[in-house]
């Protein structure tokens, strides 16, 4: 049988049968500690920019954020700042009597709305429960979009302004994903006094974890060096040639989004899994990382029905076959063992650019598959993804 390694240094070979232009794949065990690095590509197809991949390159992790935002916002449930059932509007006043989108005029196109009559709480903002969605997924939100643009300020980097949306169904009545988290990380930023997101996490996550190419922010002046060490982006054709793309994310964005704003280096990203899988206190309480792997939607149908879905349901499952399908704080839980790749209670999650992370707390391992290749769930990037997950859990797993 083709081992691991060989695949994926094929998957990066440079050739007519190329997959990916570099990606790194790390992993820790339940110590913290690294126990498997694996190097394959260059940064670029762009043979003036590529240099061989490496794990302090930084990659645009896009949705990957969401887990740090997760545990900045319940470390101020920790410390009692904030608390999870109680209604956001009395921090977040956006909210307090939000619209729900419910149709548009047949003849006019005009969106017609009522109120909620629920309460949003960081609990439904951290578990894509609110009834937020993304204006460039939700069917809804993107003609409500097309309707609104009108406001040449609503999408330039305010994230107050631009996610700013209708809700698309009742909070805690429905499963979407959306901007809950990005919500979420204003609500860290409010009760301590207005710091921005990213001085919050220097103080309470990047620096306890020494993450010292961490940051919202590539291109201010202090991150240079971190700016230097920026990956560019590649794109695949319709017909499976990779090309140089510009970057998705934007650098100029005037607020840190907690739901997909950072960059950091792989080296750095498993510092973050090594230390959730070690559970020894550092970030959070003992209780409260116990209590992220646990299911903490009120209704999990709407979530299971999502993944049904062949789209959207494909990209949530990043290619794990199972129907126990349940969503914690940071990420989606497999509530069964899958044969060959993890145990009961293993959260993963991605983001945009083929970055993908788990943490099997039961086997003992935790890792990430890093890349920026555009677009999300290329098929040749979870083929590798999961290769590399079964590698771990045959080579690392507790039993």
């Known amino acids: 049988m083709t081992s691991f390694d060989e695949v994926f240094s094929l998957a ?53 954020t969401k887990l740090m935002t997760t545990i900045a916002a319940l470390q101020c449930v920790d410390k009692g700042l904030l608390t999870l059932d109680g209604d956001v509007s009395s921090i977040l006043p956006e909210f307090r009597h939000p619209n729900i989108l419910i149709d548009f005029d047949s003849k006019t196109g005009e969106p017609a709305f009522k109120k909620a009559s629920n309460k949003v709480t960081l609990r439904q903002l951290l578990t894509h429960s609110s009834g937020m969605g993304y204006a460039f997924i939700s069917p809804k939100l993107v003609r409500w979009r097309k309707w609104v643009e009108n406001d040449p300020e609503r999408f330039k980097g305010n994230l107050t302004k631009q996610f700013n949306l209708p809700l698309v169904y009742e909070p805690g009545e429905g499963w979407e994903y959306g901007v809950g988290v990005d919500w979420a990380g204003q609500m860290v930023e409010r009760v301590n006094g207005g710091v921005r997101l990213g001085d919050y996490m220097k103080e309470h996550i990047w620096g306890p974890l020494g993450m010292n190419s961490t940051t919202f922010r590539v291109f201010e002046k202090e991150n240079e060096d971190i700016r230097n060490r920026l990956c560019p982006m590649t794109r695949r054709t319709g017909s499976g040639i990779l090309k140089p793309a510009p970057s998705y994310r934007r650098y100029d964005w005037k607020d840190d989004y907690g739901g997909q704003g950072i960059c950091c280096s792989p080296n ?14 550092t970030l959070l309480k003992m209780e409260t990382v116990e209590m992220m792997f646990q299911p903490q939607l009120c209704d999990d149908r709407y979530l299971k029905a999502r993944m049904a879905e062949p789209v959207e349901g494909g990209m949530l499952r990043a ?73 771990m859990y045959r080579k690392y797993a507790s039993t």
């Open 12 to 64: 990066a070979n440079p050739g007519p049968d190329r997959k990916i232009p570099g990606a790194v794949v790390i992993a820790a065990d339940r110590s913290g500690e690294i126990c498997y690095l694996n190097c394959q590509g260059t940064t670029s197809i762009n043979e003036a920019l590529a240099q061989p991949t490496s794990a302090d390159h930084t990659l645009w992790i896009a949705s990957c």
């Open 268 to 281: 750095d990203f498993i510092k973050l899994l090594g230390a959730v899988l070690k559970n020894d206190g």
């Open 319 to 391: 290619g794990v076959k199972s129907n126990a399908w349940e969503f914690g704080f940071g990420g989606i839980l497999i509530m069964e063992n899958v044969e060959g790749l993890c145990k009961k209670g293993t959260m993963t999650w991605g983001g945009y650019a083929n970055t993908y992370w788990w943490i099997d707390f039961l086997a003992g391992t935790c890792g990430m598959y890093a890349s920026q290749l555009l677009a999300p769930g290329v098929s040749d990037s979870l083929d590798l993804y999961l290769a590399f997950r079964r590698h």
